[in-house]
């Protein structure tokens, strides 16, 4: 067996999410089936990030395990010709059998796009972005200092997650240009993110942008490391996955 | 009454083109719906572009008349709460009884998109390109010449129109950087365009960029003013009207 790297990019909308689940229809499965199709065997494939049901990516990372005598196939154009529309694959790279598409991670980087007008969405964006209304982004932006760097982030993990630390590191958040004067994209690199982290500190800093909580009332919920005092998560459609990171040690 | 002018965003890939048809699910009628709805009685709604179906818009203008006591109605919120996610209203003006949508236009600007990869198209971008594979578009950019003036577009339009003349004039072709690496947009701006006369210049285009007819055999096709002779017609998800231009003088 010979191990694959994949690239890959989907639209959450129509799926639940990455993860295999019976009867449901995931990224992973369709992969799988893909796989298993033109391997004619059952070929298990590992994401780098389990997003969630309606999350998007532009640079999912997979791996997974071939025959040899199967590493000749034009890879990217024989799976894409199987994958329906809203899933393809973009690279197809061979790698060494220690390369793990989640355990070798270095950092991932996600957006995460708002719109921030009230009275309409263009519907070419409807299933990007969360259409939260007016924000004061520039305290958004000093209240997002507050989470940099290596923390307990512990209150903005959701419920349903099996990581046995909750510590991780932001190395940045950052506000970009969205493709339209109405949105925005945040930034997120971190080592490594818990269930829902991204949408939860959007949440937050939503929160702060409208005015509803103070960026005092935010530390005081960092510090206690209680989900249930925490504002709500941001919605699935804003979020993208749009790179993982990886050393040169594989 | 008194007329409104309407901006109009939508995404066409489930529409059946702007105009109302018996029985099919047009632009034209969701908004003439959602119009007729709110003043409670029939309301006709007129597009400055008849738009085919599975073209895209970003800034469609209409103009329609409603009676003077529904003037005070908050529109572009009140038809958004209606509307389906893949139609919206992004500005509505009142104008003067003279204004025309279609008629008062100056000049419209259309973009199309191509993507020049075989191997994958990024499921985010699907609805809204066309997979052409690799062109050479700076031939395409020279070859995009003979187009700009007034000429007569016959051989680039597509039958089942009713205009009476076919000459029409091109002020600008060119080309800009896409979302991403991977795709281009050409943009067009004229005084007005033919029954698919974007996507017919667009397929002769991309037919030069592949290397399938020369700019001679371009220039004969279009002197001899031949639907028939000219090379086939560019895909409807790659096109979306961007802008329609008024003068003062309405």
Chains 1, 2 share one sequence.
């Not at 894409?80 to 060494?96: A, F, H, T, Y």
Request: proline share 3%; glycine share 6%.
């Amino acid at each position: 067996m010979v191990r694959l790297k994949l690239t890959i990019a989907y639209v959450g909308t129509n799926f639940f999410g990455w993860q295999r689940q019976k009867e449901k229809r995931t990224v992973q499965k369709c992969l799988e089936d893909a796989f298993s199709r033109i391997c004619e065997r059952k070929i298990v494939v590992y994401g780098a990030s389990r997003t969630d049901s309606g999350v998007h990516a532009l640079g999912q990372v997979a791996h997974c395990d071939i025959p040899e005598n199967k590493l000749h196939i034009p890879w990217v154009r024989a799976l894409n010709s199987i994958l329906p529309n809203d899933v393809c694959v973009i690279k197809v790279e061979q790698v060494d059998k220690n390369f793990d598409a989640r355990f070798s991670s270095k950092a991932k980087i996600y957006s995460y796009t708002i719109w921030k007008c009230w009275d309409y969405v263009l519907p070419q964006r409807v299933p990007f972005v969360w259409r939260c209304g007016e924000v004061d982004e520039e305290l958004m932006e000093e209240a997002s200092k507050i989470f940099i760097g290596t923390h307990d982030f512990a209150s903005f993990q959701n419920s349903g997650s099996d990581v046995k630390s909750t510590v991780r590191t932001i190395y940045e958040i950052r506000r970009e240009k969205g493709l339209f004067p109405e949105e925005s994209r945040w930034i997120f690199v971190g080592n490594g993110f818990l269930k829902q982290m991204v949408r939860n500190i959007m949440g937050a800093l939503v929160s702060i942008g409208k005015g509803k909580i103070t960026i005092d009332e935010l530390k005081e919920i960092f510090q206690k490391k209680d989900r249930r005092l925490a504002p709500a998560t941001a919605p699935a459609s804003g979020l993208c996955l749009e790179k993982v990171i990886y050393g040169e040690d594989y």
